[in-house]
């Protein structure tokens, strides 16, 4: 699905500075910024390499600075924030940006047309930029300065004598450390000879980060530039790379990726746009871990890793709906090998992060994806080689485990308290958890009764009736005690948390439509009163275009915007803010509570309209993580979450199944 603006949104600078664009190369990798060049994130940048795929993200290429000469005239294409003013103006030069699996910038020179892409080849901490003259009467004299950087992305550079950006010349270009024992960073061209000069450029505004309450403006190096003259239907290729190239062939790597794309895509149903462009998306979450050497999903760019709670919910749509099971098996056994106490880990181990076991959770949801791809591949021999560990788990949730997770005698689950926050709803302010749910929380005791319910049929087909048998006594009980339990008759839906005495929390908030969506329900479906009465509640008061609020707008701890400094953020990030994964629960309770004919089909599938545009916003391409609560509903947080996309691909993936049926 090709993405275009034309003048009428390029060269409108406050409007343009908001679509941002981001490629990946399938180690956590990626090149990011706006669709004029502009930076407004020190997050955004044409080479930012994992180091550890797929963390420890630096910034080693953060912009180009491009002059072209036409006719005697000096064309400046780079757009810069600085202190009090905007230079250079090349979006006034920008006809067209296009994306379709990468960005394509066409610039009007007087009579020239000058076209620009952004690549990375997949596996290889690589940029390629080319530069082609579309049209021209005369030659286009192209001067292309890099301004390079060596942090990581969540840090600031300040001109420094200890950052001495040593340069050691090549055949193709240069070399260059920015101090002693630096990694180095190799730029290089196919054509262009390379000339070292150096120079701080002051003071880069980053005008979204100064709007998060993150430091707005650093300063940032260009060691030189790049110098050539091309005629029209010509060329030019600056590759930014952590190894040495000699060679490369600029055609030959385009090719080559898209060859891979292809044939992933062409698994998928062709006639289906939207379902292809969802598809498309999430490759860019499927990544090598480098500690691990298999298979694992970033949870959201820029600054996310991989987590265990959002890759097991992501696996549905990110590796069965694209026909990539293989993939998805390989992720949740890399999971399984860290299990710990009957938990599986929200972050594995490398060189930046510790494994960390605080959800109670993930384990569950890893049940459900193996379920899930069970039941879509029929492997008996993937759920005999992970029965073992999926035993371990329900057998540490019935005994008890790490955070006070624990079965109760009624056979629901609890777990944590006041200074825990062991749920998706994990946000922290000052030091304390700001919706800590101890206790019961309604999605964990539904989640559980989904995994024995799991259980049983894996123990049915793998001959284990002991196991079938134990396993459906347990769901039985945990069915029975939900629904005595966690019913609100005043309200007409769920409780969200059981705590002390089994005292029901009435907010309301979204977890209680994972009850009516998992494979096995437990909100007891033979009562649709109560299905359709949940439903209606959360239509009422948490539904959006984008998604379901995280809490109701009745509620006077409700925030409508997720704006500000980081505790503002994190205030509301679970007192209202929008969350589009939850979409996909909505529409697969939805289709459950009304059955889908011709007719409920067509309204349904008109819901996922308004993602098709935001896919032209924000993040292009892709879905943001975060929307406000209030209308009109702006994209925050990461620009590309992977639970985002999974969840909106997964239940219209459903849609479209029922409608070909």
């Known amino acids: 699905m090709q993405t275009v603006f034309d003048s009428s949104v390029t060269k409108k600078y406050e409007v343009a500075k908001s679509r941002e664009?981001?490629?990946?190369?399938?180690?956590?990798?990626?090149?990011?910024?706006?669709?004029?060049?502009?930076?407004?994130?020190?997050?955004?940048?044409l080479l930012v390499a994992s180091?550890?795929?797929?963390?420890?993200?630096?910034?080693?290429?953060?912009?180009?600075?491009?002059?072209?000469?036409?006719?005697?005239?000096?064309?400046?294409?780079?757009?810069?924030?600085?202190?009090?003013?905007?230079?250079?103006?090349?979006?006034?030069?920008?006809?067209?940006?296009?994306?379709?699996?990468y960005p394509v910038f066409v610039y009007r020179l007087g009579t020239a047309i000058l076209e620009k892409m952004v690549f990375m080849p997949y596996g290889d901490n690589t940029t390629l930029t080319t530069y082609k003259v579309i049209e021209s009467d005369s030659p286009v004299k192209l001067t292309i300065s890099p301004i390079i950087n060596n942090r990581d992305i969540h840090s600031r550079t300040r001109e420094d004598p200890r950052w001495n950006f040593t340069q050691?010349?090549?055949?193709?270009?240069?070399?260059?450390?920015?101090?002693?024992?630096?990694?180095?960073?190799?730029?290089?061209?196919?054509?262009?000879?390379?000339?070292?000069?150096?120079?701080?450029?002051?003071n880069f505004i980053y005008e979204t980060s100064a709007e998060r309450g993150e430091p707005e403006s650093e300063d940032q190096y260009n060691p030189g530039y790049f110098a050539t003259k091309l005629d029209q239907g010509y060329q030019v290729s600056i590759l930014a790379s952590l190894r040495n190239q000699q060679t490369f062939s600029t055609e030959g790597l385009k090719y080559r990726e898209m060859q891979r794309l292809r044939k992933l895509s062409a698994r998928l149903p062709q006639a289906d746009s939207f379902l292809l462009a969802l598809a498309d998306t999430a490759d860019t979450f499927l990544v090598r871990r480098k500690s691990t050497g298999s298979k694992s999903i970033v949870a959201g760019y820029h600054w996310f890793g991989d987590w265990g709670r959002d890759a097991m919910i992501s696996i549905p749509g990110l590796t069965i709906v694209t026909k990539r099971e293989d993939e998805g098996k390989e992720i949740i056994k890399t999971f399984l090998a860290y299990l710990q106490d009957g938990l599986i880990p929200n972050t594995l181990p490398n060189g930046?992060?510790?494994?960390?076991?605080?959800?109670?959770?993930?384990?569950?949801?890893?049940?459900?994806?193996?379920?899930?791809?069970?039941?879509?591949?029929?492997?008996?021999?993937?759920?005999?080689?992970?029965?073992?560990?999926?035993?371990?788990?329900?057998?540490?949730?019935?005994?008890?485990?790490?955070?006070?997770?624990?079965?109760?005698?009624?056979?629901?689950?609890?777990?944590?308290?006041?200074?825990?926050?062991?749920?998706w709803m994990d946000?922290?302010?000052?030091?304390?958890?700001?919706?800590?749910?101890?206790?019961?929380?309604?999605?964990?005791?539904?989640?559980?009764?989904?995994?024995?319910?799991?259980?049983?049929?894996?123990?049915?087909?793998?001959?284990?009736?002991?196991?079938?048998?134990?396993?459906?006594?347990?769901?039985?009980?945990?069915?029975?005690?939900?629904?005595?339990?966690?019913?609100?008759?005043?309200?007409?839906?769920?409780f969200d948390v059981l705590s002390d005495g089994d005292r029901g929390d009435t907010k309301t908030r979204p977890n209680q439509i994972i009850a009516l969506s998992l494979p096995f329900p437990v909100l007891d479906e033979s009562n649709t009163g109560r299905w359709r009465a949940?439903?209606?509640?959360?239509?009422?008061?948490?539904?959006?275009?984008?998604?379901?609020?995280?809490?109701?707008p009745f509620d006077k701890?409700?925030?409508?915007q997720c704006t500000g400094e980081a505790s503002a953020r994190d205030t509301a990030y679970h007192q209202g803010t929008v969350w589009p994964w939850l979409f996909g629960s909505y529409v697969t309770?939805?289709?459950?509570?009304?059955?889908?004919?011709?007719?409920?089909?067509?309204f349904v599938q008109q819901l996922y309209a308004p993602f098709k545009k935001r896919m032209t916003e924000a993040g292009i391409g892709t879905l943001s993580e975060i929307y406000d609560g209030d209308p009109p509903n702006l994209a925050r947080g990461c620009i590309s979450q992977a639970w985002s996309i999974s969840e909106i691909l997964r239940s219209y993936s459903q849609v479209a199944g029922e409608n070909l049926e």
């Open 427 to 494: 946000a922290w302010v000052d030091g304390k958890p700001v919706t800590p749910r101890f206790g019961k929380p309604v999605e964990i005791s539904a989640l559980w009764y989904n995994s024995l319910r799991a259980m049983e049929r894996f123990a049915k087909d793998l001959g284990i009736e002991s196991d079938e048998v134990e396993y459906r006594t347990m769901s039985e009980k945990t069915k029975n005690s939900f629904n005595e339990k966690f019913w609100d008759n005043q309200r007409e839906c769920l």
């Open 168 to 202: 050691s010349m090549n055949p193709k270009g240069v070399e260059i450390r920015a101090f002693a024992g630096a990694t180095t960073i190799y730029l290089q061209s196919d054509i262009a000879p390379y000339t070292p000069t150096g120079i701080w450029y002051k």
């Open 21 to 45: 664009w981001i490629i990946t190369n399938g180690l956590g990798s990626y090149a990011s910024s706006t669709i004029i060049g502009l930076n407004t994130r020190g997050y955004h940048g």
């Open 352 to 423: 930046v992060n510790k494994t960390d076991y605080s959800t109670m959770d993930a384990s569950l949801w890893l049940i459900n994806a193996a379920y899930s791809m069970y039941s879509e591949t029929g492997s008996l021999d993937f759920i005999r080689e992970v029965y073992p560990k999926l035993r371990e788990i329900v057998a540490a949730y019935s005994h008890g485990t790490k955070s006070g997770i624990r079965m109760e005698e009624d056979g629901l689950i609890w777990g944590g308290s006041e200074q825990t926050a062991l749920t």
């Open 557 to 560: 701890a409700y925030w409508g």
């Open 589 to 602: 309770a939805y289709l459950r509570v009304f059955p889908p004919d011709p007719r409920t089909l067509s």
């Open 534 to 552: 949940v439903l209606r509640t959360l239509e009422a008061e948490l539904l959006t275009p984008v998604g379901l609020r995280s809490l109701s």
């Open 51 to 101: 180091l550890e795929p797929p963390v420890k993200r630096v910034l080693f290429l953060s912009k180009f600075e491009e002059e072209a000469e036409v006719g005697g005239r000096k064309y400046l294409l780079a757009v810069n924030k600085y202190p009090g003013t905007i230079y250079p103006q090349g979006h006034l030069h920008l006809e067209q940006f296009r994306f379709e699996h």
